[in-house]
Structure formats: structure tokens, C-alpha cells
């Protein structure tokens, strides 16, 4: 079983729609990270989350450490938003991410 | 523009040769961390210098290897290349321990042939 776990892996939405991503862990950790991923590939950094719900704009990212798991967020969703999200953990005591397997959204208009 | 450069972004190359990668960190992190992204394997953490030394070792193999320079670029270079090493590889950086986020790099798209 991965060490982290993300829901769903493919999701497509209508602009506009309201989404959710999922992610769920099982080791202890320092920090929740959520990463966007464009087909051209480069990575962008999100939210970084030790507790609580940070907001940017149209993203909002929540984590509960108690159940482990954290959702992000994306209200009125836009074709821009396409890109693969990914949700990694900083293992508590380490320097090293563990990376999800990525959830891939596709927004049509 | 991350601030965070990666060169070559893309690299061509036949099995059994040697590669370099580049990473030139944002100004002012110290923390450098490569990673490796394949279509069966996702994202895996390779390595992470600190400052010029080694902090900490993920899924590595032994035909890889990275440093660290004095102005804190580093370089990762892969030799005997198989197939199964084509990937993305990516690199970040960050002020210290990653307690204050990471800057992820453009990537550097390698295909061994």
C-alpha cells in the first residue's frame, strides 16, 4: 500500500464545477504539500499545510492530522485549472517528500 | 520564472552513456533536492544536499551520483543509462529543511535510446 494515497486519479468537470481531490497518508508528518502540474511538466508549489485550511484565490487546502488526510479544493472551475495535482508529505524527523500518484483534472468548457 | 534552473531541458542519449544535470538553486536556499519523475513510478526522491553536503538519500542507484558546488549549484549525473532510466528529472530547492516550501525547476526531459 502507498504511503500516500490520493482520490480520484482521472476527474473531469465542466467549468465552473466545484471539485474536490483527495488525499490520505499514513506515516507522521511535518507538512502536507499540494503541487500543480502542467503538460508542459513543470511543477508549482501550492500550499504547504501543517494544520488547519489555507485559501489562494479560487484553491482552498484543508488538512485534518488527526484523520490524516487533506482535501484541496478548486470552486468555479476554469479549462486553466487542467493539470495533475499531487499531494506530497514531509515524513516527520526526515527531509524527504513522499509524492501521491497524482490526480490528472480535465475542465471543459 | 521559479528561480529555480534546470539545464538541458531536454537530453537525448543512447544506453550505456553518461549524463549531467544541472540545477542552479533560487538565490538564497541553501537546500537542494533532485528528483525523478517515470510514467510507472511517479515522483521518487533521489537525493538532497544541504550547504554543500549530503543530507539525506531516497530510491538513488548506485549508477547515480550528485554534488553539491561551493556556489551551490549542483549537477546529477547518471552513467551506464538503461532504458528504464528515461524520466523527468526534476530539482528543487528550498531555504532549509523544506520547513518554508519548496521551488521546483522546469524539469530536464531524458531519453536514452
Known amino acids: 500500500k502507498n504511503e500516500v494515497e490520493q482520490s480520484p486519479q482521472n476527474l473531469t468537470a465542466q467549468e465552473g464545477e466545484f471539485i474536490t481531490i483527495n488525499c490520505s497518508y499514513s506515516v507522521g508528518i511535518s507538512a502536507l504539500h499540494w503541487l500543480q502540474q502542467h503538460p508542459g511538466g513543470g511543477i508549482v508549489s501550492l500550499f504547504m499545510?501543517?494544520?488547519g485550511k489555507k485559501k489562494h484565490g479560487r484553491l482552498i487546502a484543508t488538512i485534518n492530522i488527526q484523520e490524516k488526510h487533506s482535501s484541496l479544493h478548486i470552486t468555479a472551475s476554469h479549462p486553466r485549472d487542467s493539470a495533475v495535482y499531487i499531494c506530497?508529505?514531509?515524513?516527520?524527523?526526515?527531509?524527504?517528500?513522499?509524492f501521491g500518484t497524482g490526480t490528472r483534472l480535465q475542465v471543459f468548457p | 520564472d521559479s528561480g529555480v534552473t534546470q539545464t538541458p531541458k531536454h537530453l537525448i542519449t543512447a544506453t550505456g552513456q553518461r549524463v549531467t544535470l544541472r540545477c542552479s538553486p533560487r538565490s538564497g536556499d541553501l537546500s537542494v533536492y533532485w528528483y525523478q519523475q517515470s510514467l510507472d513510478q511517479g515522483l521518487q526522491f533521489l537525493i538532497q544536499?544541504?550547504?554543500?553536503?549530503?543530507?539525506a538519500k531516497g530510491n538513488i542507484l548506485e549508477r547515480f551520483s550528485a554534488q553539491q558546488f561551493p556556489d551551490l549549484h549542483s549537477e546529477l549525473n547518471l552513467s551506464s543509462l538503461e532504458l528504464g532510466d528515461s524520466a523527468l528529472y526534476f530539482c528543487?530547492?528550498?531555504?532549509?529543511?523544506?520547513?518554508?516550501?519548496?521551488?521546483f525547476g522546469s524539469g530536464t526531459r531524458l531519453t536514452v535510446v
Open positions: 506530497a508529505v514531509l515524513r516527520i524527523n526526515t527531509d524527504k517528500l513522499i
Open positions: 528543487a530547492s528550498s531555504v532549509g529543511a523544506g520547513e518554508y516550501g519548496y521551488t
Open positions: 544536499y544541504y550547504n554543500g553536503e549530503e543530507r
Open positions: 499545510l501543517s494544520s
